[in-house]
């Protein structure tokens, strides 16, 4: 299909942005020297800076304010860097398990359906994903550029150089110690973007095939009747399309666990941030766009953990449409399996199970947050 194809090439798009322009193939041998610079870059970058701002806020914070910043820094940090080595450590396994939609039953069936809802359905992906990028584009623009500013306006109005800091500073740098922070930091907030660009393609062209193959299986379930039926392939399609969900769905359980409680801590404590000091400034939009950023990433996950689950239970009402249930009792047995299948519920758990990753999930964890937030301010009233 070329739909298929379209698909394939914005995956690899995605993979590529992951591995920093190296191509999966490569990076999955067993040892390269580009793959060892991918990784040197994310430890450079990330990993030493996420140590820096935990020893920071552990031992030379004066104020519980000033610990908080660097907490919070260090919270957004260590979550870019986990999800970024999770994915780079399970590329492999990701391309074992991918699925190609032409190789089901109800695909070969209905070929031309199956092509016009592939594509209808990555227009709409991609519309999505252009909203996305220009929220986290704007993200970065004012992080990366508003110090700038703000240093260029202090300069004509004093007549003075201060490298207004990118992100929160425990000591003073000579100038050319600021310049060189602040294009660490740069490089920092650009790869967040990257990041999270990769991720959303990465994944998202994975649930786009499990929700697309679940519509053309649905479609075909309404289909078919008359003495031709394909019952039979269509329940091994079935069970295909729900293995390869439950590995999808176990895969994004390590990463929402991550991502969720890592922007758990970080509304909490950019509420109470805010509660002590009121911006101005660049720094006005950069908060706003930051919050805005991270309640996207967690509207993102938790759409794609619903596609899944909701794909794969419209299967269940496919099959009470079809002319199986309605009339033909030869088939009784194997409607039944397919019910009790489509029936289950396969939904994303995190926190020991306790936690059910789904659309309404972004305003529980919002809500939720405010208790940690009630915890920061009696620590600061004592």
């Known amino acids: 299909m ?8 914005w995956q690899r798009i995605g993979y590529k942005l992951l591995l920093l322009g190296m191509k999966p193939e490569k990076f999955m041998n067993k040892f390269s020297l580009q793959k060892a610079l991918v990784y040197l870059v994310f430890f450079v970058v990330h990993t030493m800076y996420s140590i820096q701002e935990l020893v920071v806020a552990l031992f030379f ?15 957004y940090v260590v979550s870019f860097n986990l999800q970024w080595y999770y994915m780079l450590l399970n590329i492999e396994n990701f391309h074992q398990n991918e699925v190609s939609l032409e190789q089901f039953r109800s695909t070969q069936a209905y070929f031309d359906f199956a092509d016009r809802r592939l594509n209808r359905n990555i227009n709409l992906f991609l519309k999505c994903l252009l909203t996305a990028t220009a929220f986290w584009i704007c993200n970065n623009t004012a992080h990366i550029l508003g110090p700038l500013v703000e240093t260029l306006l202090t300069f004509l109005r004093r007549g003075e150089f201060h490298l207004v800091a990118l992100l929160p500073q425990a000591y003073s740098l000579p100038v050319w110690g600021q310049i060189i922070m602040y294009f660490h930091n740069a490089l920092l907030t650009f790869l967040f973007l990257v990041y999270c660009l990769a991720s959303y393609l990465v994944w998202g062209t994975r649930v786009l095939k499990v929700k697309t193959q679940c519509d053309i299986l649905n479609e075909a379930l309404r289909r078919d009747y008359g003495q031709g039926s394909n019952i ?32 758990y801590l970080e509304f909490a404590t950019q509420m109470f941030s805010l509660s002590q000091f009121e911006p101005s400034g660049t720094y006005f939009f950069a908060v706003g766009f930051d919050l805005a950023s991270i309640m996207l990433i967690m509207v993102i996950q938790c759409w794609f953990a619903s596609i899944v689950t909701h794909a794969l239970e419209s299967i269940a009402d496919a099959v009470y449409d079809s002319n199986w249930f309605r009339a033909d009792k030869n088939n009784s047995l194997e409607v039944l399996i397919m019910l009790q299948m ?10 020991f199970k ?6 309404a999930s972004t305003l529980n964890l919002v809500q939720s947050s405010y208790a940690v937030y009630a915890v920061l301010v009696i620590l600061q009233e004592k």
Do not use: P
Request: charged share 25%; aromatic share 8%.
């Open 2 to 9: 070329t739909s298929s194809v379209r698909l394939d090439k």
């Open 61 to 75: 914070s004066t104020s519980l304010l000033e610990r908080i910043s660097h907490g919070y820094i260090f919270t």
């Open 232 to 263: 039979k392939s269509y329940i091994k399609d079935h069970i295909k399309i729900i293995k390869t969900a439950k590995v999808l769905n176990s895969q994004m359980e390590v990463l929402n666990g991550i991502i969720l409680s890592a922007c």
């Open 342 to 351: 489509a029936q289950r519920e396969y939904s994303q758990m995190i926190w």
């Open 354 to 359: 306790s936690f059910k990753v789904e659309r």
